[in-house]
């Protein structure tokens, strides 16, 4: 596709329930982000894949985060019984690998609202 | 630690007027400087980037300034616009790095 497609756009979803968030980046980019940004926030970077290299999963604020990217391609971010400070826009990004054009492209973004 | 500091917070300009934001970084192994405009709603958009080589690079109505000595850039939006209203956020990264580091945000209110 032309751009960086994420689904769902929006999720509500009840307290301690798991929830799965899907992005699919930009035909060609071997690199793919993941950031959280809470209302009227930052930011907060969560995990970085590059190609086949082991996945940077620093940023991941406890072990009920977890993502995937099969195939080098798609990713599923997945928050497992979650808590209402869940509650954030999950935003995908992709970009070439750095050095070669460090432009990260970031799609519009997964609304969470945990109740 | 916060690699990349943004100041300020929020900002009000009236149409017209020069807005400004600057951001301040730690790490000198960084060497490239992106600014990304998010509107509600949206995700965030590359704005103008900027490469420690120049001290200055100009698109538009939107400049970038760079001083690598002090560790310090900015971004200068002439004769602001009610459409430039959004959040703004400048970032940092490396070639040797695997992460962007984004500061905090600015979000800017353009008066008509």
């Known amino acids: 596709g032309a751009g960086v497609s994420q689904s769902p756009s929006n999720k509500v979803t009840e307290k301690g329930k798991d929830v799965e968030l899907r992005c699919d980046p930009i035909s060609g980019h071997t690199a793919l982000y993941w950031y959280r940004q809470s209302l009227g926030q930052g930011l907060e970077f969560l995990i970085y894949f590059q190609g086949n290299s082991a996945p940077d999963k620093s940023g991941l604020p406890s072990d009920r985060f977890s993502a995937e990217r099969t195939g080098g391609s798609v990713s599923t971010l997945t928050i497992q019984r979650t808590q209402q400070e869940d509650s954030a826009v999950y935003l995908c990004a992709s970009s070439y690998t750095l050095g070669l054009g460090n432009t990260i492209y970031f799609g519009e973004g997964s609304w969470l609202t945990v109740v | 630690q916060q690699q990349v500091k943004q100041s300020p917070q929020s900002l009000i300009v009236q149409k017209g007027g020069i807005s400004i934001i600057n951001c301040a970084y730690e790490n000198t192994a960084f060497d490239y400087f992106p600014w990304y405009q998010q509107f509600p709603g949206k995700g965030p958009a590359l704005l103008i980037a900027i490469r420690p080589d120049v001290s200055e690079k100009k698109e538009g109505r939107f400049t970038i300034s760079f001083n690598k000595s002090a560790k310090q850039f900015s971004l200068h939006i002439m004769d602001s616009q009610p459409g430039d209203s959004a959040t703004y956020f400048c970032?940092?990264?490396?070639?040797?790095?695997?992460?962007?580091?984004f500061g905090s945000g600015t979000k800017l209110n353009v008066k008509p």
């Open positions: 970032a940092a990264s490396s070639y040797n790095f695997n992460k962007f580091y």
